[in-house]
């Protein structure tokens, strides 16, 4: 599975951003797919889940009521949208397929990591 992150940038503190993960040779519905984030200096953390339905979701404490994660399948396309960014949100984030069964927040339980894509938010 080839993964591509998108979406990220440049943004002031308040603002949004919309991250998409794409994928050629695997339809994502049929995976668990997650968000993860990795700031300087610091180990890779878990931000959302989405199982394969599409109908349960998953999130980190520290982003719960600002971030969303969706899928659309017509798209074979997974989102983060990312609301209400703080400083401390800056981060490389990444997109993951888990090929298991069960949601999962530990990092080396997925399979396949697409490449990140850098966000920074400025005070």
């Known amino acids: 599975v080839q993964l591509q992150a998108s979406g990220g940038g440049l943004v002031q503190a308040g603002g949004s951003l919309r991250l998409s993960c794409s994928a050629s040779?695997?339809?994502?519905?049929?995976?668990?797919m997650g968000w993860f984030r990795q700031a300087p200096g610091k180990e890779r953390d878990f931000v959302a889940a989405i199982n394969q339905s599409g109908g349960n979701t998953f999130y980190a404490d520290s982003v719960k009521s600002r971030f969303t994660i969706s899928q659309d399948n017509a798209k074979n396309t997974v989102y983060l949208q990312m609301n209400n960014l703080k400083p401390e949100d800056t981060a490389v984030y990444y997109c993951?397929?888990?090929?298991?069964?069960?949601?999962?927040?530990?990092?080396?339980?997925?399979?396949?990591w697409g490449q990140g894509t850098l966000v920074t938010v400025s005070s």
């Open positions: 993951a397929v888990d090929n298991g069964m069960v949601v999962t927040t530990t990092p080396k339980l997925y399979d396949y």
């Open positions: 040779g695997r339809t994502l519905s049929r995976y668990i």
